[in-house]
């Protein structure tokens, strides 16, 4: 279709957020064992300098514990990059170059599944390579530069640094470690006392606590900086570093030379910390590696949208690459806890929902989190700037899934209900919702949004918000980025790109303790044989049916116009149902019953309604799920896994509303899913297309 030629280029209109030289690390798991865990990593560091245009040339050093018996080789590159309106996008992967010891198992470093997809945030680029599956090949990494600057000396180097590691000793995970610690130099050459928290592959305790003290630092005439960290048996953190400070302070990044070690720093708070500092978006990027599952290696690229409310309550998403499976999105609730140190939970608990403990920066700029209880893991956050534009002005980050609010690094899907918010999206004053039980127009208070070129179907329309249907011609388009444009009486905004899939399953919820509607908490579902809602003074029972109400389910059989209400004679089923690609779980965390599939007799459009779907799912009998327990209710699809909303289980459940659960859903969900999709064919799900050299956006 013609309307679909415009979604064929990566968004490279901010490709000016990366320029100038830029100091980085990669860390890449090229290989696994039979255990799904790391014998084969590349590590590499040097400069790489950005021209502003979608060009970068990289001078390095590189090694690898296999390809190169880690004896270090220097690496020199030229690739191209692609960042778009919100900071998100890619650079090709520098050890796919020809002249990297890596190449061989590269298809090219023009390969769309190996570009390292990532995003730009508070000047720091970090990203992974999360479609290497697509190809077949293992490649979970991490990637971060930071801007070089002035070259700082000892006296100037004064801030605290609230920093992360993960280290592969040996490039294996026989000793892997991962901690967390605050540097405090004291501007004549050393550090105050390291207090560390981790955990090692090699340790009988579970969490490891260890101080450091008597560390020195001296910056060298090329900017970097020559840590010493006395050594000790089993110590998280010893021996001679190398880092890096960014242009502007914020950031600290660092490395052993010879190692497979990897440590990002981010300013130490100035001011008190609370859950309202870190409101907003963070991009993320994580490697790791879950030795306690048997997951093995992972990485990925995402965002976490955080309230900021009293309960820490947020939104994640990762672009999940996990090593002998197809890459998914990967979409979760979550309560992070910010003490007043920037620290997060408590001694007994410092974990979050997802199984990661947290330091915040300055001004909630950055976090830096490990992973605990056996999984290893360094992840970065960076907090995405505020946005703003004059006329018609649609959010680059203000594209959500319209019931779960997944952001806008998820991909979306045919079907799909979103909201986008931005300012003059319609006149002043208006407020226009479509009527229920009517089919959704694509002209609504004289406003239009097309994706792709085509028109959107429209719920409802307001200056700073709107909700459309994502329409169902976008399967068509094969490039895997969908282009969103607003036009208010005839006068268009800017365009905001976002991935695309085929199912994203959002289940709408009911107004939490809060009185919001966030995704998170109670299913809006119901009992099937009455048509009530359930709750806690009403939960569900073994066995009986409910109807949960969704949108992002893709495309349906037979069809439909877009935006035309759910046929209620020939029932139109979602695809994703047809094609035996969805599953809904019921996952009782807090009593370890995971994995309990529900029977799925309906899967479609709702009869008589537009724009939303329904499952019809019978609760599982003959589980160890326990009555008066919150259950989790999981969407399992071919291309994502959607783990946000709950319902009160068990005749006499009197659970006060939105009292969720904390016991490592994250790390059993990928578990569940492992074991479903490991020896599948790789099949790709979201292919990006290369923008063309010298195209605008």
Known sequence: MAGLASAQTQDNSQNALLKGTYHFRHIAV????????????????GSIVFDG??????????????????????LSVTGTYAIGSNGAGYITNPICDTGSVYAADCPSINDVNTFIYGAV?????????????????????????????ANPTNASFTAAYQTGLLDFPGATSTSIKNALFELTPNGQGAFGTISLTGQAANATASTVTQTVNGATYNFNSDGSATLTVPTSANALFAGTKTIFVSADGNFIL????????????????????????????????ALEDNQASGLGTDSYYGGTNNTGDKYGDGIVHQRLNVAGEPSYDFDADDQIV????????????????????????????????????????LQVGLHAPPFSGSGVYLNPIGVTNAASFAPVTASIAPGELLQLTGTGLAAPGTSIVTQGGSAFPTTLG??????????????????????????????????????????????KSNVVQVYLTDGEP?????????????????AAARHAATGQLITPSNPVVPGEYISLYLTGLGTVTPTITDGAVGPSTTLSYADLYNSGNLTVYFDDFNNGSTGNAGVINFAGLVPTLAGLYQINVQVPTGTTMTAGDDVYVEFFTDASDVLEIQIPYGAGATIPNDARTHAAMRVEAMRLRAARMRGTSVVTRRARAVPVSGAAF
């Open 30 to 45: 090229e290989n696994v064992d039979s255990n799904y865990n790391p014998n084969d990593i590349t590590a590499t560091y």
């Open 53 to 74: 245009a979608g060009n970068y040339t990289l001078t390095g050093t590189t090694q690898d514990n296999v390809l190169t018996s880690g004896v270090s080789q220097t």
């Open 121 to 149: 945030a508070q000047g720091v680029f970090t990203g992974s390579s999360t479609e290497s599956q697509n190809d077949g090949d293992t490649l979970n990494d991490i990637f971060i530069a930071i801007p070089a600057g």
């Open 254 to 285: 660092g490395w052993t030379a010879g190692g497979y070690d990897i440590f990002f720093g981010v300013k130490a708070l100035a001011v008190t910390g609370t859950n309202l500092l870190t409101q907003g978006l963070y991009f993320t990027a």
């Open 338 to 377: 910010v003490n007043a140190s920037g620290t997060t939970g408590n001694s007994a608990n410092p974990v979050d929902f997802n199984g990661y403990e947290y330091l915040f920066g300055d001004a909630g700029n950055a976090f830096v989190a490990i992973g605990a209880n056996g999984l290893y893991s």
């Open 446 to 491: 004289n406003v239009t949004v097309a994706i792709d070129g085509t028109a959107c179907p429209i719920y409802y329309v307001t200056p700073t918000q709107l909700a459309v249907i994502v329409p169902y011609e976008v399967a068509l388009n094969q490039t895997g980025l969908a282009n969103i444009q607003v036009t208010n009486n005839n006068v």
């Open 506 to 522: 959002g289940s709408f919820s009911q107004p939490d303790k809060l009185g919001n509607v966030s995704g998170i908490g109670y």
